[in-house]
Nanobody
């Protein structure tokens, strides 16, 4: 099983980015998926997740209304659309998949928001 994250980069405050996470060796739609982020020296922070059962979504409070998680079953890829980005959103973003309690992680993609 591999999760390949991409789409990070440098963006100005107020800008947008879409992160992608392509899965191989496993079918995304059957499992809970999500995104975390981590700033160096700080704990990993949960951003959003999507149920594999009914597609319901959850967002951390500071991301509600700005971030959107989605998946394309045909492409076996999950996405995180990030709008109205702020400097405090600067972090390495990780995708993950929960297969019955076992977590698979992508390699992380760096998002830098300049002020």
């Amino acid at each position: 099983v591999q999760l390949q994250a991409s789409g990070g980069g440098l963006v100005q405050t107020g800008g947008s980015l879409r992160l992608s996470c392509a899965a191989s060796g496993i079918t995304l739609e059957y499992y809970a998926i999500g995104w975390f982020r981590q700033v160096p020296g700080k704990e990993r922070e949960g951003i959003s997740c999507m149920s594999g059962y009914d597609g319901s979504t959850y967002y951390a409070e500071s991301m509600k209304g700005r971030f959107t998680i989605s998946r394309d079953n045909a492409k076996n890829t999950m996405y995180l659309q990030m709008n109205s980005l702020k400097p405090e959103d600067t972090a390495v973003y990780y995708c993950h998949l929960n297969q019955r309690g076992f977590l698979y992680w992508g390699q992380g993609t760096l998002v830098t928001v300049s002020s």
